[in-house]
């Protein structure tokens, strides 16, 4: 039988959660980085126990950190202690967590602002990774979503990072701007059938897709409505969530905008509104059912102003015809008093037969269902506000 | 001439660094704050980036920096320190500038 692997960052460190494949009784690791920020912990497909974790503090900056034992232990993939930064020849070695916007006139071209909330230009600034997307063959190969929004790579196991400047090039980047959260890349998807293909989500500009690997660009945001920009069907400025996207479904995608679900059958070519009978379209993850690519999830939140459930009650709305026909589910999840939020990248599928579904709240409690969303309940309930959550299925 | 330096620094940066309590660091030459932190920095190479920004060499917004109870955060960081910082009776901190959150 399967085991399964949780792995949680919250505002104070990161939290792997195991469990056999019934998923009743868990074991809880953690606090791991305690006291720092861990935006995103994510594994690697091609070799599960390669894990790489993003660590942030306002104080001392961006870490990355990457396990090779399934997070037992943990080292920074760059340079070892007391060993040199540079070469003889003066040249740096591996820096992981050095994060360096592409300038140069050839490659980066540059594009060196970008709008600030009022309108006004402001240089691009680093500040910390949102996301962490390895490859879906090579453990030493992994992307980095960053703030202020751009694409990083390293193709050497995170001791150095390059940037994939065509994002930020490509002629929208001086018209992006930070949402509520900053300018941050927050999604990226890696296309299973097509390689060359890379779908990201910025906020607040929109969706973007490479066809070559991420050499060029371009926005596909056609058919996003936002009444909260001056242009509402703008080609970018859209505070897109987060999107989600079944492997077996290559031009299917699935997008929770800050107002509005919406799903596209063209590989974000063009979008529509599928948000249908939910209580509100507000809210921030998005999530496909690993074995039916047309059951998909959502968390519904109030509203922007109130980042919380309605009425108190913390439903997850599931659709099984790919959305407009939505369901409440509700056993196990607090139906009174609750006003937590579910952050943008805090739920995920594992693939077991019976899918696991995961959500993790700014409540700290994560919450795991082992049959598709029918039931639930707590894995952990006083965790540190949750930042995000991702699921190994491991055999 | 080198000089034995006993920095100390935040929690976050020990727990990085592997180390516990205050670390001794040989610095060749003038004893500045950039020659600390060089030094450190060679030391501890996980810790580049995390006191001082990668590219620009600034110090990062919310660390300051102490050297014999005074503040020298502000100082030029080529500035020498005091005799006592060189000769290692008294500490150089490294202190995160807003406590708790």
């Not at chain 1, 409540?363 to 930042?387: C, E, F, M, T």
Request: charged share 20%.
């Amino acid at each position: 039988m399967s085991n399964v692997r949780v792995l949680v960052g919250t505002r104070k460190g990161a939290f792997i959660l195991t469990s056999d494949g019934k998923r009743e009784k868990w074991d809880v690791s953690g606090p791991h980085f305690a006291g720092w920020e861990i935006y995103h912990v994510k594994g690697s497909p091609a070799d599960p126990n390669r894990l790489y974790a993003s660590q942030t503090s306002g104080w001392f900056g961006q870490i990355i950190q990457r396990s090779d034992d399934g997070g037992k232990t943990w080292f920074q993939p760059g340079t070892p202690a007391g060993e040199p930064t540079t070469t003889p020849d003066g040249m740096p070695k591996g820096e992981s967590n050095k994060f360096v916007y592409d300038s140069s006139s050839e490659t980066g071209k540059p594009l060196t602002t970008h709008q600030w909330y009022d309108g006004t230009s402001k240089p691009w600034e680093f500040k910390r990774v949102w996301h962490i997307e390895p490859s879906l063959d090579d453990p030493d190969t992994v992307y980095a979503g960053v703030e202020d929004a751009a694409l990083f790579r390293s193709t050497n196991g995170g001791q150095t990072w390059a940037e994939l400047p065509g994002l930020r090039g490509h002629g929208t980047g001086s018209q992006w701007q930070p949402g509520a959260g900053g300018m941050c890349l927050h999604t990226i998807i890696l296309d299973p059938k097509n390689r060359e293909r890379i779908f990201v989500a910025i906020s607040a500009a929109g969706a973007f897709r490479t066809d070559d690997s991420g050499t060029t660009w371009k926005p596909i945001n056609r058919g996003l409505h936002s009444q909260y920009i001056p242009d509402p069907a703008a080609e970018v400025g859209h505070c897109v969530h987060h999107i989600a996207k079944h492997p077996s479904n290559p031009n299917v995608l699935f997008m929770q905008k800050h107002w509005d679900v919406l799903r596209s059958d063209d590989a974000g070519d063009s979008w529509h509104e599928v948000s249908g009978n939910l209580p509100t379209d507000f809210g921030f993850v998005i999530d496909v059912h690993a074995h039916d690519p047309e059951t998909i999830y959502v968390v519904p939140i109030k509203s922007d102003g109130e980042h919380y459930p309605p009425d108190g009650k913390l439903r997850v709305y599931r659709s099984r015809t790919g959305g407009n026909e939505w369901e409440p589910l509700t056993n196990g999840l607090p139906q009174s008093n609750c006003y937590v939020n579910v952050l943008r990248d805090a739920m995920a599928v594992d693939t077991l037969d019976s899918c696991g579904v995961y959500f993790g709240t700014t409540g700290g409690q994560v919450y795991a269902s082992p049959d598709g969303g029918d039931s639930w309940a707590p894995i952990v309930r006083d965790l540190p506000p949750v930042l995000s959550v991702e699921v190994q299925a491991l055999s | 001439m080198m000089s034995m330096i006993r920095v100390v620094m935040p929690a976050h940066l020990r727990t990085l660094a592997g180390v516990k309590g205050d670390v001794k660091i040989e610095v060749e030459g003038e004893v500045t704050r950039a020659s600390i932190l060089d030094a450190l920095e060679t030391q501890y190479p996980m810790l580049r980036g995390t006191i001082r920004e990668h590219v620009s060499g600034e110090r990062r917004p919310f660390l300051r920096f102490f050297a014999c109870g005074e503040d020298v955060t502000h100082n030029s960081p080529d500035a020498p320190l005091p005799q006592e910082i060189a000769s290692g009776a008294e500490e150089f901190y490294i202190i995160g500038a807003i406590a708790g959150g």
